[in-house]
């Protein structure tokens, strides 16, 4: 599903560096594209979510709009605790295929393709694109390189060999189950229709857990995030923790735009969550017409997987 979305109204300039004279688009974590100010020759990104909406705009109407709109409506009436956990207790068994990082690279070269009739570039070179700009600007960093290249394979959920999950269980922001729905969140409202809401168990602000708990210790609504944390996780990465929470959290939006949810963060947490600030300038990525070439850079990711990484993983 591309998106095409009205020029934004710019909130924050964020700094990435002017890589983008020669960039028509952004894209978005889901593909989503968003034309790019012709006015500006660097990035620029907006208050936005995962989706690529402006918060401020968020009441315009517009197809585009209704169908975002339409996807938080599902998202936020299907994610409750329980089925959260059963998620995770489903796709936690690594039972459904094994393969190497870069085949799963592959893969998700098919999955994206063919919901994203827009992008005539294969989808390895956007993750390649995303990965090259944190190695031109943070170069000693190579495990940033990789969470680069790594952190949106768990999207092969959307694969029928994953069990063809729907958008809502897949992409998207994310935000805690067991606790009250923060009103940072977009679409706040369609959380009533939510079973979990009127729970007086997890309808307070801290609800199950305790302050400072850690995030670890939270419930994070499904999708592609968390599913991609436990592949490497369960695969025994040596990635570090700020790599697992980079790829773990950064959808979730709510906590690391609008600064929500952050009493159920740990001092761990608060250290690691200036990479995800960091990294997120990144996962704006470009779709330039500068093709990268996958042949040339790819020896440098093959030897970054192989530093951190089995050879095959269980997914
Ligand atoms: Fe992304
Ligand atoms: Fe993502």
Known sequence: MTILIDQPEMGSQLDVEKTASAIDDLVLDGGFVMPKSAADDGFMAPNINSFGNNFRDYHAESERQKTVEEFYRLQHINQTYDFVKR?????GKMDKVEMSIWECCELLNDVVDDSDPDLDEPQIEHLLQTAEAIRKDYPDEDWLHLTGLIHDLGKVLLHPSFGGLPQWAVVGDTFPLGCAFDEANVHHKYFKENPDYDNPAYNTKCGIYSEGCGLDNALISWGHDDYMYLVAKENRTT?????????RYHSFYPLHRAGA???LMNEEDKENLKWLHIFNKYDLYS?????IDVEKVKPYYLSLIEKYFPEKLRW
Do not use: C, D
């Not at 570090?240 to 980079?246: C, D, I, K, M, T």
């Open 87 to 91: 998620m995770r207790e489903e796709y």
């Open 239 to 247: 990635l570090p923790s700020a790599a697992l929470f980079v790829i």
């Open 287 to 291: 779709k330039s017409k500068v093709r």
């Open 261 to 263: 949810y952050t009493h």
